[in-house]
T-cell receptor
């Protein structure tokens, strides 16, 4: 997978929009950008995946600029229950390395 | 949720005994992974499989072995459990679309 860099931690308040950015300068042509959410004592949960431009689902939006060297996960109007660790992964298991390693992620704390 | 089942969910074992954890999937996914997670260390990849009988080491493979004799099952064996292998173990499966993966509920293993 491509090397990624994301903030170690972020704080927010309930009702705010949260944007978490991931840098991936050496992204390959076939690579996708994938985000996961992990709550304590649970396995990571797939949130969203994109290749370019913008992807939106019921949970989040993923913004990817034209050069694809970074991406931003956007969580609208967060609540206390969005407090979790968020991981960014960049790769494509079919065409590149199957070795899927997670970094430290971004620990998001939502305050009342 | 993807059909991934880990068993057992909890286990206490003695130092020096062999232990096998099972991951069973009903998604017909090609790729399967075993991770461990300890406080302060995040997710660490132990072993992974890219097909039946095709496996490879991850970043913390010492003391662990795996087997995959059929698509749906991926077994993780601790040949002689040590206290340092006390951890929460997660299994994940992926179909190969980008890095989209699905995780099991985890197995909490305590070695006394």
């Amino acid at each position: 997978l491509a090397k990624t860099t994301q903030p170690i931690s972020m704080d927010s308040y309930e009702g705010q929009e949260v944007n978490i950015t991931c840098s991936h300068n050496n992204i390959a042509t076939n690579d996708y950008i994938t985000w996961y959410q992990q709550f304590p004592s649970q396995g990571p949960r797939f949130i969203i995946q994109g290749y370019k431009t913008k992807v939106t689902n019921e949970v989040a939006s993923l913004f990817i600029p034209a050069d694809r060297k970074s991406s931003t996960l956007s969580l609208p109007r967060v609540s206390l229950s969005d407090t979790a660790v968020y991981y960014c992964l960049v790769g494509d298991l079919k065409t590149n390395n199957n070795d899927m390693r997670f970094g430290a992620g971004t620990r998001l704390t939502v305050k009342p | 949720d993807a059909g991934i089942t880990q068993s057992p969910r909890h286990k206490v074992t003695e130092t020096g005994t062999p232990v096998t954890l099972r991951c069973h999937q009903t998604e017909n996914h090609r790729y399967m992974y075993w991770y461990r997670q300890d406080p302060g260390h995040g997710l660490r990849l132990i072993h992974y499989s890219y097909g039946v009988k095709d496996t490879d080491k991850g970043e913390v493979s010492d003391g662990y072995s795996v087997s995959r004799s059929k698509t749906e099952d991926f077994l993780l064996t601790l040949e002689s459990a040590t206290s340092s292998q006390t951890s929460v173990y997660f299994c994940a499966t992926a179909g190969g679309h980008g890095t989209e993966a699905f995780f099991g509920q985890g197995t909490r293993l305590t070695v006394v």
